[in-house]
């Protein structure tokens, strides 16, 4: 990766291994990185105007957004749109459940919430479960995970979807490429990921404060290709902020292999038959 970036104060950097070897190239570095993360959010309010950063106005123009992409999706591999199966889905990142409560918990049967703040995580479970006790089984979030995303690694072919929002670009690269690879055993046969982010212009933008990266949608591509995935489908998201960055969501499918009695090649799971 060559492209140039910046730092939330002008700071220019040739490339992301420039960026990336100053502020985690050592082991120190590195666990110094993820706890001023996690640090900066423990000193948010656990509200939707909190975990959006001052802009809980665009939650709806978000929701709105991301059930148009998952319904198309879900459309495309089940002429029911899945009617009669067990939907199960991860969310990553979840904050105080947000994108649960608002969306995933009506489309899947089950949602594991993944958030390495606490006090978020606690917010989440009352949001979900104390203050709607008479809440469906069918449609319920079921565990609650208080683990970094760098660190985590689901339960094999658990997951039908696993969501991934506003939170990706807390991790190096590296552990970017990690998390994805591991996270591929959780997905069911057909699974597949929704990533939705923030995207810089050129290059990329690092924001000292909260430590994450804003990466470009070329330098998103490259890491999709070093995770071993390949990008089905995309989004621009609409209806934000101009003074905000652009926000694009991706489908990610895993690369596999023909089934037996075929010719050995690499092919996309992408359709009904795969699930």
Not at 22 to 48: F, I, L, P
Not at 153 to 169: A, E, K
Not at 171 to 178: A, E, I, K
Not at 196 to 210: C, I, P, T, W, Y
Request: some cysteine.
């Amino acid at each position: 990766m060559e492209a140039a970036g910046t730092d939330s104060d002008g700071r220019e950097f040739k490339n992301p291994n420039e960026m990336w070897s100053e502020h985690t190239g050592d082991n120190n570095k590195k666990t110094q990185w993820y706890r001023d993360g996690v640090a900066y959010w423990e000193g948010v309010e656990a509200s939707v105007d909190g975990v959006l950063g001052g802009y809980g106005h665009v939650n709806d123009a978000d929701v709105k957004g991301s059930e148009g992409f998952l319904q198309t999706l879900l459309a495309e591999l089940f002429v029911d749109g899945g009617i009669d199966r067990h939907f199960v889905a991860l969310d990553c990142g979840s904050g105080i459940g947000r994108i649960t409560k608002n969306l995933l918990i009506r489309y899947f049967n089950e949602v594991d919430l993944l958030e390495p703040v606490s006090h978020f995580l606690d917010a989440a479970r009352e949001n979900l479960v104390q203050e709607n006790p008479m809440a469906s089984d069918k449609h319920k979030a079921t565990n609650f995970y208080c683990v970094p995303l760098q660190e985590f690694t689901p339960d094999v072919g658990r997951y039908d979807v696993i969501w991934i929002q506003w939170c990706i670009g807390h991790l190096t690269d590296d552990d970017f490429v990690s998390f994805f690879k591991r996270a591929k055993i959780g997905l069911k046969p057909g699974g597949f990921f929704v990533l939705k982010e923030n995207l810089a212009r050129n290059g990329f933008v690092l924001d000292k404060e909260d430590r994450s990266i804003t990466r470009s949608d070329s330098y998103f591509k490259e890491l999709f290709s070093r995770c071993g995935l390949h990008l089905y489908k995309s989004r621009e998201q609409k209806g934000l902020p101009r003074e905000l960055f652009a926000v694009k969501i991706f489908k990610l499918l895993r690369k596999g292999v023909l089934r037996k009695g075929s010719v050995a090649k690499p092919v996309i799971w992408d359709s009904i038959m795969a699930w």
